[in-house]
C-alpha cells in the first residue's frame, strides 16, 4: 500500500527557506514519479515541481523556477523540497504525491495536477505559513 507522509512545514519569515520531507513506502520508488503540490485557502491545487525518480529528470513551475529544488534520496525511500526566498504567497499546504513512472509525464502533470486522477496517490500534507 503506497503511503506517503511529509513533514518539515511551519512557521516562515519572507525570504527565509525551509526543506519539506516525504517519507515514502509501499512501492519501488525508482520505478515511480514523485511530484509536490500545494494548496492554498480558496485556491485551486497546483502542481510545483516533478521528478523521475530512475533517470533524474526535473520539471518546475514557472511560479518556483530558481527558487524551489526537488531531489529524492531513493535509499531513503524520502522525497524532498527545498524551499528558498520564500513569499507570503508561498503559504498553503503541502504534499506530495507518486505514480508509477510507465505512462507519467511530468511535463504535463505539473500544470495540469488533476490530470491522473485516482491513478496517483497523495499525502496529507504539511502547512507551510510565510508571514512576518
Known amino acids: 500500500q503506497v503511503q506517503l507522509v511529509e513533514s518539515g512545514g511551519g512557521l516562515v519569515r519572507p525570504g527565509g527557506s525551509l526543506r519539506l520531507s516525504c517519507a515514502a513506502s509501499?512501492?519501488?520508488?525508482?520505478?515511480?514519479?514523485m511530484a509536490w503540490f500545494r494548496q492554498a485557502p480558496g485556491k485551486e491545487r497546483e502542481g510545483l515541481s516533478c521528478i523521475n525518480v530512475e533517470d533524474g529528470s526535473t520539471t518546475y513551475a514557472n511560479s518556483v523556477k530558481g527558487r524551489f529544488t526537488i531531489s529524492v534520496d531513493a535509499a531513503k525511500s524520502t522525497l524532498y523540497l527545498r524551499m528558498n526566498s520564500l513569499k507570503p504567497e508561498d503559504t498553503a499546504n503541502y504534499y506530495c504525491a507518486t505514480i508509477p513512472s510507465y505512462g507519467a509525464d511530468c511535463h504535463s502533470w505539473v500544470p495540469h495536477p488533476g490530470i491522473y486522477g485516482d491513478m496517483a496517490a497523495y499525502g496529507k500534507g504539511t502547512l507551510v505559513t510565510v508571514s512576518s
Open positions: 509501499g512501492f519501488p520508488m525508482n520505478l515511480y514519479t
